[in-house]
C-alpha cells in the first residue's frame, strides 16, 4: 500500500486520479496504524509527497477540505495511546509556502491548540487529548513563515479564525500568541513570540505596505499601527529580560520604512529612533542598532511631513542632526558579527543600510530646510543652506547642496511676511546662477526657482507696485531660453497674474487677461506646458471680479463663456467649476445692476444642469447659494428678502435630496438677513428677527454651521436702525444684551466687538419720540461708550462719527449743550478726529462754540483738519478721508463716562 502511494504520487499521468488514490490508500493505512497494526511506520504515508502533490493540483477550499479530511482520519484512528502527528502535518504544510497550504496549517494549529486546552490554561495529562509534544513557538514560526512567503496578505472569505486581531494573518497569529503568553505566562511559555515570530511578521506587514499603493489610507494606517505594536512588545518583552526577544537594526529599519509611507507617523518614529538610541548606549545589548543615516533621515522626512510643523519641531530635527554629526562608531567585538549574521540568515535579504556611518548627507540638511520652510524660519533655511555650501567648498561632497535645496529656501522667503522677501529671493537666484556659471549644473535656477521668486513677489506686491514689472522680466527671460527645463509653464503665467491682482494696479484685470491670451497663444504654438487649465481662467475671473469698471459683469460672464465653450470643444481642463461661477456671481452682484441678481440666479441654475449632466466640478456649494443671496441684497429690489428666503428653502431641498455640501449656513442667512433690509419693506425687521431666533434654534439642535456671529447680530442691529420701529435704541439695547449674555455662557462667537457698538449708536441716533424718549436713548449711547473704554476695544472711523450723529438727532443745542461739550471733551483727548469726523462736529456744534475752542475767529467750514490742534488729531492719518484704510481712531481717554 505504501508502494502504491509512491507510484500514484510519483506517475504524473493520472494527476486527479491518482491524487484521489493516493489520499484513499494513505487514509487507509492511518486506519490501519490506529488499529493496531504496528507494522505501519511514519513514513509509509508519505505525507510530505501527498500533501506536495494535493497542493499541486488543487486550491482553496478544496485543497483545506482535503487536508482536514487527511487529518480526521488520524484523530478518528488515533484514540489509544497514538499521538495525532499535528505538527509533522503543519511542517509538510508550511513547506509549500501557498496561501491555501498556510489556511490549512493554522486551522490544525487551532485546532491542536483547542483540544489541548484545560480550563486554567494547563496541559491536563488526564485529557483524552492529552499531547506530549505540544505546539512550540517553532510550529507558530512555521505557519507565521508560510503566510509571509505566501504572499497572501489576507484571510481568504471562507475562513474566519478564532481569534481576530488585524486582518492581516501573520500579525493575527502573532497577537494570538501574545495574548495566549500573557494569559498564563507559565504555562504558555512554549509558544512565547521570539525575535524570528516578529520579525517574521513585520517583514510580511513590510511588504504588504510596499505592494498596497491602491489600499486606503485608513488600512494603512492600521499596518503601520500593527507593525508599531509589534515592535514595542518585542521591546516590551527584551524589558522582561527574555532572551531571543530583541529587535535587531533591520527590525527597527522596517518598521520606521512602514511608518515613512504613512507619511503622518512623525510621534511613533521619533520614539523608535529614540528607542535604537537608548539601546545603542547599552553595551550589554545583542546587536548593534545604532541609528545610521538611514534611520534619521526617515525620521525627519516624517517631522517635515507633519500636519503641524513648528520651531519646536525645528529645534528637535536640529538637535538629530547635531547627534548625527557626534555620534562614534562603537567597537562590536564583543556582538554578534552582523555581517556574518545577516548574509547567514535568509530573513534578511535587502539592503538595509547596515554599513552606513550616521554622517548627515544632502538629504539630511534637505529635509531640514524643508522643516524650517515649514516652521517658517526663512533665515535659518538659509542658514542651512549655508553651511551646505561651506561644506561642500571645503571637501565634503556628502553634504554638496542641490537644486533642491536652494528652492526649499526660495520656498521658505516666498511663504515669508517680511518686507525684504523680494530682496532675498532675488539674491538665492543670483547665487544659484553663479554657482552654475562656476560649472556646478545641479544648482542652475529651474521653473520651479524663478516661479518661486514670482511667487515671493505676489507677497511684496500689496506694498511693492514696482512687483508685477519685475516679475515679468523674469518671465520674459524664462521665455528667451533655450532650456526647456527654465521655459514658464502655465504655474508661472498664472503666478504672474496673481502678482499682477495682489499689487492693486489699475490695470491688473487687463494685463491678467492678456497673460491669459498669452498663455493659450504659447500653448497653440506647442508648448505644450503652457496648457490653461481652470485655475488659470479662475485667477483672471478673479482679477475682473476685484476691479471696479463698470463693464466688470460682462467682461467675466465673457470669460467664463469661453471656458464652456473649450470645455465643450473636447477640453477638459476648462469645465467651467463652482469656484469659476462663483466669481463670476461675485461680480454681478458687486456690478449692483438692476438685473444682476437675475443674472446670479441664471448662473445658479447653470451650474445645477453641468451637474445633472455629468460636470461633477460645476455642483453648487452653499458658498455659490449665498452669493447668489448676496446678489439679491445688494439690488435693494422690493422682493430681493422673499427671493433669499425661497433660496434658503432650496438649499433645504437640495440637501434632503443628497447634495451634502449643500445647505443653509451663517453666511447665507446672514446675507438673506441683508436682503430684507435692502427690500426696505414694513415687515423687514420682523422677518430678520424671524431669521435670527431660527438660526439660535438650529444651532442649539446641533447645527454648529448656523449658529449666529457678531457679524449676524450687527447685521439685526442694522435692520433695526433702517426699520420703522420708533424705541429703536430699546430693541438695540435687547440684542446687544443678549450677545452679551450668549458670550459670558461661553458663545466666543458672538462677542460684541466695535462694529456692534457702532451699529448700536447709529440705531439709538433714529429712536423717533420726544424729548425725554430721546434724552433715554442718548444715555444709552454714553453707556454703550462706557462699555466700550471697559471692554478696551479700540474706537474705528465709523465709532465718533456715529456718536455725533447720536448727538445731532437725540440732542437739543440750547438745552443740552452741557452733553454735547462732554462728548467733544472726549472726541478731542482720544485725538481721531479726522476730516469726517471734524464735518459732523461743524454739522452739530454752533459755530462760537468751535471758534471758541480753537481759539480763532476764522470760518470753521472754511477750517480743515490740518488747521486743527495736533492732540485733536494725533491718532488719524490726516489728509482725504477713506474708511478702514487709516490709523486705528485710538483709545478712549481713561476716565468714567457719566
Avoid at 506646458?529 to 479662475?538: F, Q
Avoid at 447653470?606 to 455659490?624: I, L, T
Amino acid at each position: 500500500m505504501a508502494n502504491l502511494i509512491d507510484q500514484w504520487i510519483s506517475n504524473g499521468e493520472y494527476r486527479y486520479l491518482g491524487a484521489q488514490q493516493a489520499e484513499l490508500l494513505a487514509k487507509r493505512l492511518i486506519m490501519e496504524r490506529g488499529g493496531g497494526n504496528d507494522d505501519v511506520a511514519w513514513g509509509m504515508y508519505h505525507l510530505d509527497s501527498l500533501i506536495n502533490y494535493l497542493n499541486q493540483l488543487y486550491s482553496d477550499n478544496e485543497f483545506v477540505d482535503k487536508i482536514l479530511s487527511i487529518v480526521t482520519t488520524f484523530e478518528k484512528a488515533y484514540v489509544e495511546d497514538i499521538e495525532v502527528p499535528y505538527k509533522s502535518i503543519i511542517t509538510s504544510l508550511c513547506k509549500c509556502q501557498t496561501a491555501h497550504a498556510a489556511t490549512a496549517a493554522e486551522q490544525i494549529l487551532n485546532r491542536f491548540e483547542t483540544r489541548l486546552d484545560s480550563e486554567d490554561g494547563t496541559v491536563d495529562t488526564a485529557n483524552k487529548y492529552f499531547h506530549s509534544n505540544p505546539p512550540t513557538t517553532e510550529t507558530y514560526n512555521a505557519v507565521i513563515s508560510c503566510w509571509k512567503n505566501s504572499g497572501r496578505n489576507y484571510y481568504p472569505r471562507s475562513y474566519t479564525p478564532d481569534f481576530h486581531h488585524h486582518p492581516h494573518p501573520p500579525s493575527n497569529l502573532l497577537s494570538h500568541m501574545l495574548e495566549m503568553y500573557y494569559q498564563n505566562k507559565q504555562t504558555m511559555s512554549r509558544i512565547r513570540p521570539d525575535h524570528l515570530s516578529f520579525n517574521l511578521a513585520i517583514s510580511s506587514l513590510f511588504n504588504h505596505q510596499r505592494s498596497e499603493y491602491t489600499a486606503s489610507d485608513q488600512y494603512k494606517s492600521t499596518i503601520q499601527q500593527q507593525c508599531f505594536d509589534h515592535l514595542q512588545s518585542m521591546l516590551k518583552l527584551q524589558k522582561e529580560e527574555y532572551a531571543n526577544c530583541e529587535p535587531d537594526i533591520v527590525t527597527f529599519t522596517k518598521v520606521l520604512s512602514v511608518l515613512a509611507m504613512g507619511k503622518s507617523d512623525a510621534g511613533r518614529a521619533v520614539q523608535l529612533l529614540d528607542e535604537m538610541l537608548q539601546l545603542s548606549s547599552n553595551d550589554s545589548y545583542k546587536y548593534d542598532v545604532r541609528p545610521r543615516n538611514k534611520h534619521f533621515n526617515i525620521v525627519l522626512g516624517l517631522m517635515a511631513d507633519s500636519e503641524t510643523v513648528n520651531k519646536d519641531t525645528l529645534e528637535k530635527a536640529t538637535a538629530y542632526v547635531q547627534l548625527m554629526e557626534t555620534l562614534v562608531e562603537r567597537d562590536a567585538d564583543d556582538r554578534i558579527n552582523q555581517d556574518e549574521y545577516y548574509s547567514s540568515n535568509d530573513f534578511y535579504q535587502d539592503d538595509f543600510g547596515l554599513h552606513q556611518s550616521s554622517k548627515p548627507d544632502t538629504v539630511t540638511f534637505n529635509t531640514l530646510i524643508s522643516i524650517a520652510d515649514r516652521a517658517r524660519q526663512p533665515e535659518i533655511a538659509e542658514e542651512i543652506l549655508e553651511d551646505m555650501i561651506k561644506r561642500s567648498s571645503d571637501g565634503d561632497k556628502m553634504v554638496q547642496p542641490d537644486i533642491f535645496s536652494f528652492n526649499t529656501v526660495l520656498s521658505a522667503w516666498s511663504r515669508s511676511k517680511k518686507s525684504n522677501v523680494g530682496v532675498k529671493t532675488a539674491e538665492i537666484l543670483h547665487r544659484m546662477q553663479e554657482l552654475a556659471d562656476k560649472g556646478d549644473t545641479n544648482v542652475k535656477p529651474d521653473n520651479t526657482s524663478l516661479t518661486t521668486v514670482i511667487n515671493s513677489l505676489i507677497a511684496s506686491s500689496g506694498k511693492k507696485r514696482e512687483a508685477p514689472m519685475q516679475a515679468e522680466q523674469i518671465i520674459q527671460r524664462m521665455e528667451e531660453n533655450k532650456d526647456s527645463a527654465i521655459r514658464p509653464d502655465a504655474v508661472t503665467y498664472t503666478s504672474l497674474m496673481k502678482c499682477w491682482i495682489q499689487s492693486g494696479r489699475s490695470k491688473a484685470m487687463n494685463r491678467s487677461i492678456e497673460i491669459l491670451d498669452i498663455l493659450e497663444q504659447r500653448y497653440r504654438e506647442g508648448h505644450e506646458e503652457c496648457k490653461p487649465d481652470a485655475l488659470a481662467y479662475n485667477v483672471a475671473l478673479n482679477a475682473i471680479a476685484k476691479n471696479k469698471a463698470p463693464d466688470s459683469a460682462e467682461r467675466a460672464e465673457a470669460l467664463l463663456q469661453r471656458m464652456r465653450e473649450q470645455y465643450y470643444a473636447g477640453d477638459k481642463d476648462l469645465a467651467p467649476n463652482v469656484s469659476s461661477f462663483t466669481t463670476v456671481m461675485a461680480t454681478w452682484a458687486r456690478s449692483r445692476r438692476p438685473d444682476a441678481a437675475k443674472q446670479a440666479d441664471r448662473l445658479l441654475n447653470e451650474m445645477h444642469e453641468m451637474h445633472e449632466s455629468g460636470v461633477s466640478v460645476a455642483a453648487p456649494n452653499s458658498f455659490a447659494y449665498s452669493t447668489c443671496i448676496l446678489a439679491w441684497a445688494k439690488t435693494g429690489h422690493k422682493n430681493a428678502g422673499e427671493r433669499a428666503e425661497s433660496l434658503l428653502k432650496r438649499m433645504v431641498l437640495c440637501h434632503n435630496d443628497g447634495f451634502d455640501n449643500i445647505a443653509p449656513n451663517v453666511i447665507s442667512y446672514t446675507n438673506a438677513m441683508e436682503a430684507w433690509i435692502g427690500s426696505k419693506q414694513p415687515h423687514a425687521l420682523e422677518r430678520v428677527e424671524s431669521i435670527l431666533e431660527k438660526m439660535i434654534e438650529q444651532s442649539k439642535a446641533g447645527d454648529e454651521n448656523v449658529a449666529p456671529t457678531t457679524t449676524t447680530f450687527n447685521v439685526v442691529l442694522k435692520a433695526i436702525r433702517q426699520s420703522s420701529e420708533p424705541l429703536k435704541h430699546q430693541k438695540a439695547l435687547q440684542v446687544v444684551n443678549r450677545m452679551k449674555a450668549m458670550y459670558e455662557s461661553g458663545d466666543k462667537r458672538v462677542k460684541p466687538n466695535v462694529a456692534t457698538y457702532n451699529s448700536f449708536f447709529s440705531a439709538c441716533a433714529y429712536t423717533e419720540g420726544n424729548a425725554s424718549t430721546k434724552l433715554a436713548a442718548f444715555s444709552m449711547v454714553l453707556n454703550g461708550l462706557l462699555d466700550l473704554q471697559e471692554t478696551r476695544l479700540k474706537p474705528d472711523d465709523y465709532t465718533w462719527p456715529a456718536i455725533w450723529k447720536a448727538c445731532q438727532y437725540l440732542l437739543d443745542t440750547k438745552k443740552d449743550m452741557q452733553k454735547m461739550n462732554h462728548i467733544f471733551e472726549l472726541c478731542v483727548r482720544s485725538g481721531a478726529i479726522n476730516e469726517l469726523v471734524f464735518n459732523n462736529i461743524r454739522n452739530v456744534l454752533p459755530t462760537q462754540y468751535l471758534q471758541k475752542k480753537l481759539k480763532t475767529d476764522k470760518d470753521v467750514y472754511k477750517l480743515t483738519v490740518h488747521d486743527l490742534p495736533s492732540d485733536w488729531t494725533k491718532n488719524t492719518r490726516l489728509g482725504r478721508f477713506r474708511p478702514g484704510k487709516g490709523k486705528q481712531a485710538g483709545k478712549l481717554p481713561k476716565r468714567n463716562v457719566k
